[in-house]
């Protein structure tokens, strides 16, 4: 088992930066992927960034150089840092841990980003 909680969500105007993070506990030490993902109103949820174990990442086009995935593996903590928001990001920020050769999913309660113009 892993639980996941997110916070720094909030409301900011648009070309500001927010900070997001997820806190990770249980079995942590068998997760092998994290990533966060967002859900818009009436819209699907969408990968946003991951990063493996090893410390890869990978972004969606829409944030790629805008947004900075990291973790601190002494935290127990994942970090989405979010520079020059656009109301599009606006959405709830979810966290996800993959654990395990099954890559089972375990998902964070999400946390409210709004942009506003």
């Known amino acids: 088992q892993v639980q996941l909680v997110e916070s720094g969500g909030g409301l900011v105007q648009a070309g500001r930066s927010l900070r997001l993070s997820c806190v990770a506990s249980?079995?942590?030490?068998?997760?092998?992927?994290m990533g966060w993902y967002r859900q818009a109103p009436g819209k699907q949820r969408e990968l946003v960034s991951t990063i493996t174990s090893g410390g890869n990442t990978d972004y969606a086009d829409s944030v790629k150089g805008r947004f900075t995935i990291s973790r601190n593996n002494a935290k127990n903590t994942m970090y989405l840092q979010m520079n020059s928001l656009k109301p599009e990001d606006t959405a709830v920020y979810y966290c996800k841990a993959a654990v395990g050769l099954e890559l089972y999913e375990y998902w964070g309660q999400g946390t409210q980003v709004t942009v506003s113009s």
């Open positions: 249980g079995n942590i030490f068998s997760i092998r992927v």
